[in-house]
């Protein structure tokens, strides 16, 4: 496996695949390590995590600078990544004993309660998009409720994993709590049918949460599924255009574009349409794109140059079916996987733009006849990670978010992830949630404890032999 450096096209580094026989004895050695972890108190767990948090800080220029290589995210971005993981493990750190404490219940026995017992050891299958951040939202609830780690990481980014790896060695926690497996993603299929393995989590797209799915499935082996997501931002009326402008380009822009919560679509009521095009199009205009490692970039490089090829041609696709290209749209000569912002407008369903998921920098400006005509737009997908409503009208907005088909709703702001709050989608976005206390507890056995009682004494024998006598 390679890393390739995308803002020059040149090879980082090699590794090395491991033998599924040295893949055996690390998944052994999670086992057996589960059998103590699981033993140990939420207060040992809580000190190493918070150790993890404090070594994520202290290396994060070095971190990020790791990112910014592997996979072209900008130096500020990836060292805001690696603080957001340090923050999710203290937040665990601090949350996790009372979010697995045993609930009492009611019922007919002198005492009931439900126990929140940890499953074993869970495989993660994890992207190369926000390879430290996608990583640490599963590790720190899980590690925290008792269960161990495995990561098969994208192989693009197997120095962030192995990066990951030491924090948590170094942090202290027992060998083989958190283990990285170098390996292909044709060998996931074995990972997941180990015996070893109890549950799976993957982040990435919706033909892999299907194949991992159906995988896991046939094992009867418990899986979370975050996958792509063609998030719509509707714009009404009654918005804050200055506002919505600035957002929904943020928005589309982190990360290169290449997150699944990045806004996709932008659906835009008639009376603010052509404003709001004018004006998103004289922003991204002036996005610089270029050397992550420069402090005057804005967005880096795409991660690889098949994903931005990739992008080029939905980008083709739409245009041949009608769209608009406003700017951007043509692949810069030079090395590295660059591919400028793009504005598609004229967007409508049936269009690549509207229908599928663009991973990269390209916006699609849709326009909508009215505010139900835009609810019926942002439905109209199959897809339901994020979405986003901008109006001065709370009311309406709640009740617009109660409409939307969307695991999060962000109103007059852009969709983001936050470990207080649980995060998931819906439809072909995926499965199951992350973050909050939703997210520790999907990786747990949720057990019921009945106690009827003390048995009562048997009456004392009467007669002969023992035998009690007949009244």
């Known amino acids: 496996m390679e890393s390739i450096n995308p803002h ?25 390590t589960f059998m103590k972890w699981r033993k140990s108190s939420f207060a040992d767990r809580a000190k190493l995590l918070r150790g993890a948090a404090a070594l994520l800080r202290e290396r994060k220029n070095a971190l990020a600078l790791l990112m910014a290589q592997e996979m072209g995210k900008v130096l500020r971005d990836g060292v805001a990544e690696v603080q957001k993981c340090a923050d999710c493990c203290d937040f665990y ?61 994208a192989s693009n980014v197997s120095g962030c994993a192995l990066a990951i790896q030491d924090i948590f060695r170094d942090a202290g926690f027992p060998d083989h709590a958190f283990t990285v497996l170098l390996v292909e993603s044709a060998r996931v299929e074995r990972l ?14 919706t033909p892999a949460g299907r194949s991992v799915a159906g995988i896991a499935g046939s094992e009867l082996k418990k899986t979370v599924l975050e996958l792509g997501g063609s998030d719509a931002y509707l714009v009404l009326d009654d918005a804050d255009l200055d506002l919505a402008v600035e957002t929904c380009v943020k928005s589309r822009l982190i990360n290169a574009g290449q997150s699944c919560i990045a806004a996709k679509r932008f659906i835009v009521v008639k009376p603010l349409f052509r404003q709001f095009e004018q004006r998103y199009l004289e922003k991204f205009q002036a996005i610089r794109f270029g050397d992550p490692m420069e402090a005057a970039t804005d967005i880096g490089p795409m991660a690889r140059a098949d994903l931005r090829d990739q992008v080029h041609e939905q980008v083709m696709q739409s245009v041949q079916q009608g769209a608009r290209l406003l700017t951007g749209g043509v692949v810069p000569d030079g090395p590295g996987a660059y591919y400028p912002p793009t504005v598609l407008s004229g967007v409508r369903p049936g269009m ?4 599928d998921e663009i991973f990269g920098p390209v916006a699609a400006l849709i326009e909508a006849d009215d505010e139900q005509h835009a609810v019926t737009m942002a439905n109209q997908s199959i897809f339901g990670l994020g979405a986003a409503v901008f109006t001065a009208d709370k009311a309406r907005a709640d009740r617009i978010a109660r409409e939307l088909q969307a695991g999060s709703v962000f109103v007059n702001a852009l969709v983001k992830s936050d470990p207080r709050l649980p995060f998931g989608g819906v439809k072909q976005s995926g499965y199951g949630r992350e973050l909050s206390w939703f997210g520790i507890q999907e990786f747990v056995n949720v057990k019921t404890v009945y106690h009827a009682g003390a048995a009562p004494k048997p009456t004392p024998a009467k007669g002969a032999g023992g035998a009690a006598a007949q009244d």
């Open 8 to 32: 020059t096209g040149m090879k980082i580094r090699s590794f090395e695949t491991q033998s599924d026989e040295v893949i055996d004895q690390y998944l052994q050695g999670a086992a057996d």
């Open 93 to 153: 750190a601090e949350n996790a004993y009372r979010f697995l404490q045993k609930q009492v219940i009611e019922s007919d026995a002198e005492e009931s309660y439900v126990a929140y017992d940890p499953l074993g050891v869970v495989l993660a299958v994890m992207p190369w998009n926000f390879p430290f951040w996608q990583v640490f939202r599963f590790a720190a609830p899980a590690l925290m409720a008792g269960n161990v780690g495995v990561l098969k990481h």
């Open 352 to 355: 690549t733009a509207f229908d």
């Open 192 to 205: 997941i049918r180990h015996p070893v393995i109890s549950a799976v989590t993957l982040t990435g797209s």
